[in-house]
């Protein structure tokens, strides 16, 4: 049975905005990665993208030796809330439609005080991939969709091999350029041959 607390418990923001965010990420379950619907598939939603992408970003927060690798986590993890608002449109889709990302997470966080100050701010930092947590959180970002695009050349979709090119072309650090020479010679199977 549940007791009230006997503590007088004053958030520094109100509880609502808060609990209002966390119902808004779970659109992020519901939007598609777009650009993949080129070759006619959904494999993946931004939820699912943005998860790996945080697994990915641990793993070179830990090569690059970051001091703070679940610093870097946090900001993968937060880099595409906007996209619960904006949707995740291709490089087609944003020649005709344009969307004003920091503007969405402005209005995403706008009400959650210094909570919400600090959650933009990450978001930022990913976007600007100026800091070493920020290039580390976009290399993640990259990474992982080069890591599905290698997945779906596997399957026969040559095309993903653009985004892997893409990809490839924007990795700052040293450790995600590894990763993605393992990758280019690694097939998506290999993992579970070798158990």
Known sequence: KHQPSTVNRQPSTPIQP?????????????????????FGIRPENVAEH?????QIAYILA?????PNPHYAVTLAVFH???????????RI?????????ELAVRDQTAGLGSLGASIFEMWQEVEQAETDAGKIAKDADRLEMAFT???????GYKGA??????AEKSLKTESAKQLFESLCDAEPDDWWLAV
Request: glycine share 4%; proline share 2%.
């Open 18 to 38: 808060i609990t209002n965010l966390i119902f808004e990420l779970a659109q992020l379950r519901l939007e598609s990665r777009r650009g993949w619907h080129r």
């Open 80 to 90: 595409d809330m906007a996209e619960s608002r904006t949707g995740d449109p291709d």
């Open 62 to 66: 830990v090569m690059e030796k970051h």
């Open 161 to 166: 091999r653009k985004w892997m090119e893409s």
């Open 93 to 101: 889709a944003k020649q005709y439609a344009k969307t004003d990302q």
């Open 149 to 155: 695009a290698k997945q779906l050349m596997s399957q």
């Open 50 to 54: 943005s998860l790996r992408a945080a």
